[in-house]
């Protein structure tokens, strides 16, 4: 091996086996047949000044790697076992990393799930159950929500977060990460998206005809153009620049970097309006429409019996028990059908216990206002004439959470915060959202999802487990920062709107693999219910446990002190 490759340009070290399996006795025979004296790794090890730690902890270590003297170069830093791993977690270990001067790369494992068609069992795909489903593609190179993560953090034309306000002028920071090229070399497209919602009078659901499920139709592109670089060394930072006079008439600014070859590098995508403001534009302009007439004419009013009080509109009924101020039953009714998305809202990760509830009818709505001890300080439902019903919930404003608590009204450690309902998962055929996507998310794992409007078809993907094609993106999990979703069905979809930013939508609880090792959980716990709206959601483990992992995979914690404003989760649901 020396004597044939001593010579070839691509060699830079040469590796003495693999995780522990060393012939030792030969490794003065490198020195002797290289004129270079490149350096041998024994890969795991720490060795001839060279750090291949295994499967390291993001506070690895004692006197080595970020707090070290030696180069180091982990190996399988990053393990992708199922749908942990590549992505979860990724951002913060290569920011850690690429801080130290010594860091030389490092390694994951692995390209592709090692998975083999059997022709003993009719051709199908057999990775040994959790021995080999490790991929950031899958055995037909089907791309992983990681695959996209890992895109966005290693890309070499690095956009830093912005967030466009009214006072934002087209300059935004830009880095080259490259190793030898100019940032001047490569170019960079801007696009300014405006994107419909469902208020364009589009009936809720239906059915369309293009190959991308139809969300292409509906956005469009407001304006266009190619920003301005500047010249940048490697490691360097600066100012990139767009003149975009249409930006406030889109929704949102999508920038897709090339490289010197004119090949696609990353995009990266950000709000031109907050979740608030988009939707009072979408109600605003479409006060006029086609389905904001849909619903006869006509005030709403308010019901109470024993058990239940039931706002009603020309449009929607709803009824709400007096026990816990949950959803019993939504009724259409120019149909009569009913919406089976019901038994919520129910607290995910904190306590919240109904002190009262009244209902009152004003300006022609229909108003039930439910006030609580622990996190949550009041939900106010608001059901309009046209069938629209709002929800306004007041979290985490009151240090005491109302009296009697000890602040002891969330979990320690917080995976999940927010509401959950309970909705059929026979009743759904598939969601068109607003948001970004189109790969369900982690807490660790959001880079690579972009904001737009998706479309995906129901499915059962088992990130990583298939006997036959996986189908990607999977369909349940969580998904960051919606706009708008309709759950689509052939018979009661609907459709729910945010009002509050940094919302995440939790559709449904993904099965665990089948062949996992020891029946342990692949994913940490979904809430209860099928339908949630968090402000926080957990981090997946890759490989390593959770605790081993960086801040951004790390359960949440409260602190509340007197004074706070508390949270908002507001949301519109269209039943019609």
Not at 381 to 397: E, F, H, I, K, Q
Request: with cysteine; proline share 6%; glycine share 10%.
């Amino acid at each position: 091996m020396l004597t044939r490759d001593v010579n070839h340009p691509c060699i830079v070290l040469w590796s003495n086996g693999n995780e522990g399996g060393w012939n030792t006795a030969i490794d003065s025979l490198f020195r002797t047949y290289d004129p270079q004296k490149r350096h041998v790794i024994h890969p795991w090890a720490d060795f001839d000044e060279l750090d291949t730690h295994h499967y390291p902890a993001y506070l690895t270590g004692v006197a080595r790697f970020t707090n070290g003297y030696k180069v180091f170069m982990p190996a399988e830093f990053m393990h992708g076992q199922y749908d942990q791993g590549h992505g979860a977690g990724l951002e913060d270990f290569w920011a850690r990393y690429t801080a130290h001067p010594l860091f030389a790369g490092g390694f994951m494992w692995a390209y592709s799930d090692e998975a083999v068609r059997r022709s003993d069992r009719g051709g199908a795909l057999d990775s040994e159950d959790y021995n080999a489903p490790d991929g950031i593609l899958g055995p037909y190179r089907e791309k992983e929500g990681s695959y996209y993560s890992v895109r966005e953090v290693w890309s070499p034309i690095y956009v830093e977060p912005l967030m466009i306000t009214p006072s934002f002028r087209g300059e935004f920071r830009v880095s080259n990460r490259f190793l030898f090229t100019n940032l001047d070399k490569c170019s960079m497209r801007w696009r300014v998206l405006h994107c419909a919602s469902p208020l364009q009078g589009e009936a809720v659901g239906s059915p369309v005809s293009v190959a991308d499920g139809g969300a292409q139709t509906w956005r469009q592109v407001v304006d266009s153009g190619m920003v301005q670089l500047p010249s940048l060394v490697p490691g360097e930072t600066g100012f990139a620049r767009i003149t975009a006079p249409k930006l406030f008439e889109g929704d949102i600014l999508e920038l897709e970097a090339y490289g010197v070859d004119g090949e696609s590098i990353c995009t990266r995508t950000f709000p031109i309006h907050y979740a608030k403001d988009y939707l009072k534009g979408e109600l605003r302009a479409n006060a006029h429409s086609s389905a904001s007439q849909t619903s006869a004419t006509g005030n709403c009013r308010v019901e109470e019996t024993d058990t239940l009080i039931t706002l009603h509109s020309p449009a929607v009924t709803v009824s709400f028990r007096k026990s816990d101020a949950t959803i019993t039953s939504v009724i259409r009714n120019a149909d009569s059908r009913v919406i089976p998305l019901k038994d919520g809202p129910v607290a995910v990760g904190m306590k919240m216990i109904l002190s009262n509830l009244s209902a009152r009818t004003e300006n022609g709505d229909a108003v039930l206002c439910a006030r609580y001890r622990g996190a949550a300080d009041s939900i106010v439902w608001r059901l309009t004439p046209a069938g629209l019903l709002s929800m306004d919930a007041v979290l985490l404003n009151r240090a005491s959470g109302g009296g009697g608590f000890d602040d002891a009204f969330t979990d320690t450690e917080v995976l999940n915060l927010g509401l959950t309902f309970s909705y059929p998962e026979s009743e759904c055929s598939g969601m068109r959202w607003m948001g970004r996507g189109p790969y369900r998310v982690w807490k660790n794992r959001i880079p690579g999802a972009n904001y737009g409007i998706w479309q995906k078809d129901y499915n059962n993907t088992i990130t990583g487990e298939s006997t036959d094609r996986l189908v990607y993106p999977e369909f349940k999990g969580y998904h960051t920062n919606f706009y708008w979703a309709t759950l689509q069905s052939s018979t009661v979809p609907f459709t729910v709107y945010a009002a509050s930013d940094s919302i995440f939508l939790r559709v449904f609880t993904p099965e665990e693999p089948h062949g996992r090792q020891d029946g342990i959980n692949t994913m940490p716990d979904f809430p209860a219910g099928d339908i949630s709206f968090l402000l926080d959601i957990p981090g997946i483990r890759c490989f390593k446990p959770i605790s081993q992992h960086g801040p951004q995979s790390q359960p949440g914690i409260i602190r509340i002190k007197k004074g706070d404003e508390g949270l908002r989760l507001n949301l519109m649901f269209d039943f019609r």
